[in-house]
């Protein structure tokens, strides 16, 4: 059976395991707010701690026929399909930016309502497929 | 218990690298040709897709590989079994090198889709974080070559990087990050085509021998490095 030196490693691993776990939750109510990478729109409709003029992460889809785009800045509406965001940014967008994709804005929140980006990233959804495996999905939906 | 001295080992090892080696490459001449020819391109995303069929297989291999080690270092530190450490040794560069590839790939993956190189969400974060921990664990081997102290080191490190596992593979479900969530999952249908679905694997298979092929390599180094100490010892 387990001898006098396996049973005192064992117990120095315990006590390892205890400190890592202590260390672990104090890191993790510390960090709560800032492990999140953004805020969906809504959040900011609720919170009030959220100053204006400060620079502020939003994440959301990009709604349907709202992007404006003139020589000088692109605007359009990000939503989380409760509360709408209007964004402002001059600069190029990446590839994948297009209407109904999500999208993360990086800037300066004007008001609750409009924010001007200094940063878009694009994001993707978890769904990979062949061009004609959507087109089929799109004629089925109809 | 013949059977596992090292001198046996090392037969077995020497035959393993041997047909591990006629039948890598075709593999990989397979799941490359499948991965950049044959599989279609994403509706979305186009050609850039195929950063997927190298990025995921090395993000897996670097996190098993570290639950491996991790596993065997905490065994090695309880019962002192010899071929563990030996095993951990010579796994742990290769972890390092498949999590270095895929956050490498990931960062030329996420320059054409997100529009960044880099950006400090959960998934990216607590994926450096493995990194860091698989640097550490090469310089631990490096530095503390006392007998007494290395155990207990890998022990702490391997405590401490293996609860980083789930928070890397949950990261994308608890917290709102840039990375998309995970398209293959344990249970249910994946959300990747199996046009797609089939390189994949295939790249996996290639690249889990390629893994097996340079750790039976440097565990046969670190064998004849033991034989050779207990030659000068005699």
Redo the contacts between chains.
């Keep these: 059976m387990l001898t006098k030196k396996i049973k005192t490693r064992l117990s120095f691993l315990i006590s390892i395991i205890l400190i890592t776990l202590c260390f672990l939750i104090f890191i993790y109510f510390n960090l709560k707010q800032n492990i999140l990478y953004f805020k969906t729109p809504s959040e900011i409709f609720i919170n009030n701690q959220i100053k204006e003029n400060s620079m502020i992460r939003v994440g959301g889809m990009v709604k349907k026929d709202s992007i404006r785009q003139n020589n000088k800045e692109i605007r359009f509406i990000l939503t989380d399909y409760k509360k709408e965001l209007i964004v402002v940014y001059s600069g190029t967008v990446p590839n994948l930016f297009s209407e109904e994709q999500g999208a993360v804005v990086e800037g300066v929140l004007n008001d609750k309502k409009y924010l001007i980006a200094d940063r878009i990233l694009a994001k993707h959804d978890e769904n990979y497929m062949p061009p004609q495996m959507k087109k089929i999905l799109k004629e089925n939906a109809k | 218990m013949d059977l596992f001295s090292f001198g046996n080992v090392i037969v077995y090892v020497n035959k393993l690298i041997k047909f591990i080696n006629s039948i890598f490459f075709v593999i990989l001449i397979i799941g490359l040709s499948f991965a950049l020819i044959f599989s279609?391109?994403?509706?979305?995303?186009g050609d850039t897709?195929r950063i997927?069929y190298v990025h995921v297989p090395s993000a897996w291999i670097g996190i098993s590989i570290f639950s491996l080690i991790a596993i065997s270092s905490?065994l090695n530190?309880?019962?002192k079994i010899k071929n563990l450490f030996l095993i951990v040794k010579s796994l742990a560069p290769i972890g390092l090198l498949f999590t270095c590839l895929s956050i490498v790939t990931g960062s030329l993956w996420g320059k054409?889709?997100?529009?960044?190189w880099w950006?400090?969400?959960?998934r990216l974060t607590s994926m450096f974080m493995l990194m860091v921990f698989y640097i550490l664990f090469i310089f631990s081997f490096k530095y503390f070559k006392n007998k007494e102290y290395l155990p207990?080191i890998l022990?702490?490190l391997s405590?401490?990087g293996i609860?980083n596992i789930p928070i890397i593979k949950y990261s994308v479900e608890w917290?709102?990050?840039?990375h998309?969530?995970?398209?293959i999952k344990f249970t249910g249908t994946s959300?990747?085509?199996s046009?797609?679905l089939i390189p994949l694997f295939l790249m996996l298979l290639a690249l889990l021998l390629y893994c097996a092929l340079i750790f039976l390599m440097k565990y046969k180094t670190e064998i004849i490095k033991i034989k050779k100490q207990n030659i000068k010892r005699l």
Excluded: C, E, N, R
């Design positions: 279609p391109v994403d509706y979305l995303q897709v997927m905490i530190f309880v019962f054409p889709t997100w529009g960044t950006a400090w969400d959960a207990k022990t702490a405590i401490l609860i917290w709102s990050t840039l998309q969530p995970a398209s959300s990747i085509h046009s797609m």
